[in-house]
């Protein structure tokens, strides 16, 4: 999926306000309606949102096309850099999320030594077209719209395994409580998944810090490394330095 920053930027509107006219979208970016219109066709194509006559709608949240499209730049800034702290020949555990899936694709393009363990249909399928990776898809109930896999049967099969790093998104985050989930069965698969590693790594654009999630996924003492990128606030910055979470923030400006 290729969308330029006119593209992001309706995506982005879309997201926020749920509903938008073309009309709007025109005065607001200021091109044409046919030019919006040409942009909500392709955005549609993509499966990103839904096109209706005069108007863009949000698709479900919880669509991984939908969740890939929001921040996509920064997001794949992010994964290049999670990637690089990825030995040639490691086995990785990954959770589903669309940092997460940005990540698989960087391992493929440019590691086809690693192991590729996850729970999520779309990343093993996705990474399996572009490189020849070794990928281990878990065993699990299928939330379709996510199409990732949840359930007992994501702990027993990811009990199989022992890596050095699990690397994982987040739906927001809340001091003195943690990194958050916002899907009772997702976050309870990757709790399951997180015991079968030495390392929690969070990967995620720093939009999710004004974000909060219904669950606690993991306090902030449990979880080792944050790759953000560079506009997080100084006063997330300061809070993590002072639990000494080590912090990569990506420069989204180069």
Same mark, same amino acid.
């Given at each position: 999926?290729?969308?330029? =920053?006119? #593209?992001? @930027?309706?995506?982005?509107?879309?997201?926020?306000? @749920?509903?938008?006219?073309?009309?709007d979208?025109s005065?607001?970016? $200021?091109?044409s &309606?046919?030019? %919006?219109? =040409?942009?909500?066709?392709?955005?549609?194509?993509?499966?990103?949102?839904?096109?209706?006559h005069?108007?863009?709608?949000?698709?479900n949240?919880?669509? %991984?096309?939908?969740?890939?499209?929001?921040?996509? $730049?920064?997001?794949?800034?992010?994964a290049?850099?999670?990637?690089?702290? %990825?030995?040639?020949?490691? /086995?990785?555990?990954i959770?589903?999320?669309?940092?997460?899936?940005l990540?698989? &694709? $960087?391992?493929?393009?440019? @590691?086809?030594?690693?192991?590729i363990?996850?729970? /999520?249909?779309? !990343?093993?399928?996705?990474?399996?077209?572009?490189?020849?990776?070794?990928?281990?898809?878990?065993?699990? &109930?299928? #939330? @379709?719209?996510? #199409?990732?896999?949840?359930? +007992?049967?994501?702990?027993?099969?990811?009990? #199989?395994? *022992?890596?050095?790093?699990? *690397?994982?998104?987040?739906?927001?985050?809340?001091?003195?409580?943690?990194?958050m989930? /916002?899907?009772?069965?997702?976050?309870?698969?990757?709790?399951?998944?997180? &015991?079968?590693?030495?390392?929690i790594?969070? !990967?995620?654009?720093?939009?999710? *810090?004004d974000?909060r999630g219904?669950?606690?996924?993991? +306090?902030?003492?449990?979880?080792?490394?944050?790759?953000?990128d560079?506009?997080?606030? =100084? $006063?997330?910055?300061?809070y993590?330095?002072?639990?000494?979470?080590?912090?990569?923030?990506?420069?989204?400006?180069h």
């Amino acid at each position: 999926m290729k969308i330029n =920053k006119r #593209q992001a @930027k309706i995506v982005e509107m879309v997201d926020v306000e @749920k509903k938008i006219s073309v009309k709007d979208l025109s005065n607001r970016l $200021e091109v044409s &309606e046919v030019t %919006i219109r =040409k942009d909500l066709d392709v955005l549609n194509d993509y499966g990103v949102l839904i096109r209706h006559h005069g108007y863009a709608l949000k698709k479900n949240t919880a669509d %991984i096309v939908n969740r890939l499209s929001i921040n996509y $730049e920064i997001k794949r800034k992010v994964a290049i850099k999670a990637a690089s702290l %990825i030995d040639m020949n490691e /086995s990785v555990l990954i959770g589903s999320g669309s940092t997460c899936a940005l990540l698989a &694709e $960087e391992i493929a393009k440019t @590691k086809p030594g690693v192991t590729i363990i996850t729970h /999520s249909i779309y !990343i093993a399928e996705h990474a399996s077209k572009l490189g020849n990776n070794h990928i281990i898809l878990l065993g699990g &109930e299928l #939330q @379709k719209d996510a #199409q990732v896999l949840v359930g +007992p049967l994501v702990r027993s099969s990811s009990r #199989q395994f *022992f890596v050095d790093k699990i *690397f994982i998104g987040t739906d927001g985050f809340v001091k003195n409580a943690g990194f958050m989930g /916002s899907d009772s069965l997702r976050t309870d698969a990757i709790r399951n998944m997180a &015991e079968s590693a030495r390392k929690i790594i969070i !990967i995620t654009d720093s939009s999710k *810090f004004d974000k909060r999630g219904l669950l606690v996924q993991f +306090p902030v003492n449990q979880v080792s490394e944050l790759v953000t990128d560079s506009n997080l606030s =100084k $006063e997330y910055i300061d809070y993590f330095n002072l639990y000494k979470l080590k912090l990569d923030l990506v420069d989204i400006n180069h």
